[in-house]
């Protein structure tokens, strides 16, 4: 466990990330950012998720000043085109078939705000999808449900099974948190 200079909020009401960020502290609080999370036009899905990150973090320090505030969001990306959350079945069974035999970059951007000072970093991981079938598309959302993850893959469950191999320094980045560089971040924060 991380011992820190003063509290933390993760400014992020993802179960994934909380769960995550427990890896490195017992102790933290959550809090809603609530930023609009619209991709502006034109905008690429590593500049999307680094723009999302550190907004969130922003709007949470504003609430929080004397806290140590991590702001994180993350953005899939399929041919130079951001792949959001499917929300329900037939989305995903159509992410998936469009991942088929294709790679997804999963860019995780992480801005993390300590007395006014801003440490801001990108983990991409890229999954190399193998061919996928319709029987097999199904058989994996009916087992994982990953209608709230993007790309509609949980590579942290069943999801793994449909890669043929991954690219990645972080194998948290992927989940969304990437705690690498987080934990290299968070013990340089300073007394």
Known sequence: MLSLPADLVLGSTSVYRAALLRRL????????????????????????????AREKCL??????????V????????????SVGKAGNHANAIIDLQKSSGQKLIF???????????????VDSTICHFRTLNVAEIAAYLDADQPY?????????SCGISLLDRMESNDPTGVIGLPLIALARVLRALPN
């Open 70 to 81: 991590i702001g994180a969001d993350q953005v899939a990306d399929r041919n130079g085109e």
């Open 25 to 52: 502290l017992a102790a933290f609080t959550t809090a809603r950012p609530d930023v609009d999370e619209t991709r502006q036009r034109g905008e690429a899905p590593r500049a999307l998720a680094v723009r999302l």
């Open 148 to 156: 709230d993850c993007a790309g509609s893959i949980k590579t942290e």
């Open 107 to 121: 860019h995780s951007a992480v801005c993390v705000q300590y007395r006014r000072e801003f440490y801001q970093f």
């Open 59 to 68: 709007a949470v320090s504003a609430k929080f000043p004397d806290a140590i």
